[in-house]
């Protein structure tokens, strides 16, 4: 084996790491500066998420016509952009050459 030397330095080796990481980790700065940021890019802000969700019939059904509506009208405005891009495509280009 190693000898007594080892072991102190295993020792020594095993207390400094935890103790290290907590006091790096652990620092408020360290937090505000990681931790914060990274939070707000992972969870929706409060007012992005429902606090209150329907409980009885008629309430399920009108955010759910709601959010049907919602996304008919992102679909309608999606196609007219597409649509009026391959317009502009159509016009802009006539062929591989550009003068096909």
Excluded: C
Excluded at 51 to 64: G, H, Y
Aim: proline share 6%; aromatic share 12%; no cysteine.
């Amino acid at each position: 084996m190693g000898g007594p030397n080892l072991e102190v330095f295993k020792f020594g080796l095993y207390l400094f790491v935890p103790v290290m990481a907590l006091l790096h980790f652990g620092d408020p700065a360290w937090y505000h500066n990681h931790v914060l940021p990274y939070k707000d890019h992972l969870f929706p802000a409060s007012d992005r998420t429902h606090s209150k969700i329907p409980t009885d019939q008629t309430a399920v059904r009108e955010e759910l016509a709601r959010i049907k509506a919602d996304k008919l009208a992102r679909r309608m405005e999606r196609e007219k952009e597409l649509q009026t891009q391959s317009e502009a495509a159509a016009h802009s280009s006539k062929g591989w050459f550009k003068w096909w």
